[in-house]
């Protein structure tokens, strides 16, 4: 279990570290075997597909849709079910784009002109 918990939290992708890594450290010792198998295809996803973490970042995030053998996968599924629920509490629904739309930067805005968003991830 440590080992997948450390597979989890050390992705290269700071914000998937964490979501990841959290979701791993509060459910990986009570999932059954299935699901440990299930978890490893997402773990190995860096293997099959080069530059994995944003593309699962973006799929989890709903900002792309996800291959379909990884829309089906339960733990893929829990965990975007659980970035779902922490964006419609905690992010205001200005700050957010509609969903299959990348996310707008905040840091680099002013380089846009002054037809871009005028502050955040609008």
Known sequence: MCRLVY?????????LDLVLGSWVE???HSMDEANIRAL??????DCLIPQENPDLWKWLTS?????????SNPVFAAIKSKVTDNLTKHASPETR?????PWVRGWDDIKKGKDGP???NQ
């Open 7 to 15: 597979r989890s939290k050390q992705r290269g992708f700071l914000e």
């Open 63 to 71: 900002q792309e849709q996800p291959p379909e053998d990884l829309n």
């Open 118 to 120: 005028k502050y955040g």
């Open 26 to 28: 509060q459910h990986a």
């Open 97 to 101: 784009s509609t969903p299959g739309q």
């Open 40 to 45: 490893l295809q997402v773990l190995d996803l």
